[in-house]
């Protein structure tokens, strides 16, 4: 099974930039669609964006539509990033990249869709 590692998180002011990435330590996800979740305390777990096995693909929250940007690396590396702009208070959380186990599946928008995960990397933006 995949093992994923998630990083890139850390502390930026508000109106920052943030790049996380998303890579398999063991296994690979290169057949299989990638999301990237967050979740803050006390709430539920979110998509922020998610991405097709092929990369041809893409799909974002409203909140994270035309400030986030979600890209897969097709050749070698096996790796999904996400790049944050315009970073807000309401942006911090722990994100988390989910790998749906299916082959060549569809990308969904529900934590449930997602079988193996990562174990989170720390966003905070301070005001």
């Known amino acids: 099974q995949v093992q994923l590692v998630e990083s890139g998180g850390g502390v930026v002011q508000a109106g920052g930039s943030l790049r996380l990435s998303c890579s398999a330590s063991r296994g690979t996800f290169s057949r299989n669609a990638v999301a990237w979740f967050r979740q803050a305390p006390g709430k539920e777990r979110e998509l922020v964006a998610s991405i097709s096995w092929s990369g041809g693909a893409t799909s974002y929250s409203k909140f994270a539509k035309g400030r986030t940007f979600i890209s897969r690396d097709l050749v070698g590396n096996n790796m999904v990033n996400l790049q944050m702009n315009s970073l807000k208070p309401e942006d911090t959380a722990v994100y988390y990249c989910?790998?749906?186990?299916?082959?060549?599946?569809?990308?969904?928008?529900?934590?449930?869709?997602?079988?193996?995960w990562g174990q989170g990397t720390q966003v905070t933006v301070s005001s």
């Open positions: 989910g790998v749906n186990g299916k082959n060549y599946s569809d990308m969904y928008d529900a934590p449930q869709a997602y079988d193996t």
